[in-house]
């Protein structure tokens, strides 16, 4: 009788199963383990970087605008719109097409010029800001359409117009205005483009210019 040898028995592997795993996978594992935990703390570490900064920054000064600044006569690129201010004058009144208005201070009238780099905008009535802080908003004496907030700045074409302020001859030395877009509905949007723009007067030409103000000043467009 002849006699065989037994085969080993062969286990079928279960579907969706692969070979199992030797020594050398197992020291791949342990390897990738500190690396992987090497990078999640350096993410961490930058995303706590980046929000210590920002908790430094108030919430004023995450929205505050971009200034960009200027002389009379200037062009003043602030991306969205350019603004130049061409020329500043003064006035003890104001001529209507129906009355004039009067006031113990001066008037002070800006013209100035704008254009947009991609769609039309409005301006908003610009500020006037003192040496000292101190600001004065656009006279709201004045109708917004005598004005050249009452304009489209559109892309490309230059177009001019007059803001009117009402202020005290003090507020004259070393003043600037501040030129921006109008807001949009209640959210803040950060970093929105501002010109300020120096008027140019020290001591000595804010004297000028209140003496030489024109008794009678017409705002009615011709």
Excluded at 70 to 76: F, Q, R
Excluded at 145 to 158: E, G, K, M, R, Y
Excluded at 214 to 219: E, G, L, P, R
């Amino acid at each position: 009788m002849t006699a065989t040898q037994p085969h080993a028995a062969v286990v079928p592997s279960r579907p969706g199963t692969g070979p199992a795993s030797g020594p050398g996978d197992e020291r791949r594992r342990t390897a990738l383990g500190p690396r992987l935990i090497a990078a999640l703390a350096g993410l961490l570490l930058i995303a706590g970087a980046m929000a210590l900064q920002t908790l430094k920054l108030g919430e004023g000064e995450v929205s505050d605008p971009v200034v960009y600044s200027g002389v009379k006569g200037e062009d003043v690129d602030a991306r969205r719109f350019t603004l130049r201010l061409d020329s500043v004058a003064a006035a003890k009144s104001l001529q209507g097409s129906s009355e004039t208005l009067a006031t113990d201070n001066l008037f002070l009238i800006v013209t100035a010029s704008a254009k947009s780099a991609l769609k039309p905008y409005n301006l908003a009535p610009p500020v006037l800001v003192t040496a000292d802080g101190k600001k004065f908003d656009a006279t709201d004496r004045v109708d917004r359409s005598l004005t050249l907030s009452n304009t489209f700045v559109q892309p490309d074409i230059w177009v001019s117009g007059r803001f009117y302020f009402e202020v005290p001859a003090s507020a004259l030395p070393g003043a600037g205005v501040l030129f921006e877009l109008p807001q949009q509905g209640v959210v803040v949007e950060p970093y929105q483009p501002q010109v300020e723009v120096d008027l140019g007067l020290d001591a000595e030409g804010a004297r000028k210019l209140a003496a030489s103000a024109q008794d009678v000043y017409s705002i009615v467009k011709k």
